[in-house]
Nanobody, 115 residues
Framework: QVQLVESGGGLVQAGGSLRLSCAAS????????MGWYRQAPGKQREWVAV???????TYADSVKGRFTISRDNSKNTVYLQMNSLKPEDTAVYYC?????????WGQGTQVTVSS
């Protein structure tokens, strides 16, 4: 059973930066898409950024220009560089890996942005 482990969350002031990492416990084959999602208290989970097998990235409008998603296939890891953080970015961030037939989720990492 493949597990995804996120790290890099924490408390940061508005305008600051954090880098999230999501490492898979084993090699994952036939990856179609890797992505980051977030869920704020009292809100539904929303997608933040995704990167497909061809390296094409897509971002939610709310983070475009501030967040950057990347992947290191050799390490089975996906990253989310978050700059110019805002209090409204406060949420639990989850990584997700979609393959042909499987949908993996991490356990989440808390990001808190203070004003």
């Amino acid at each position: 059973q493949v597990q995804l482990v996120e790290s890099g969350g924490g408390l940061v002031q508005a305008g600051g930066s954090l880098r999230l990492s999501c490492a898979a416990s084993a090699s994952i084959f036939s990856i179609n898409q890797m992505g980051w999602y977030r869920q704020a208290p009292g809100k539904q989970r929303e997608w933040v950024a995704v990167i497909n097998s061809g390296g094409i990235t897509t971002y939610a409008d709310s983070v475009k220009g501030r967040f950057t998603i990347s992947r290191d296939n050799s390490k089975n890891t996906v990253y989310l560089q978050m700059n110019s953080l805002k209090p409204e970015d406060t949420a639990v961030y989850y990584c997700r890996v979609l393959t042909t037939g499987y949908d993996y989720w991490g356990q989440g990492t808390q990001v808190t942005v203070s004003s």
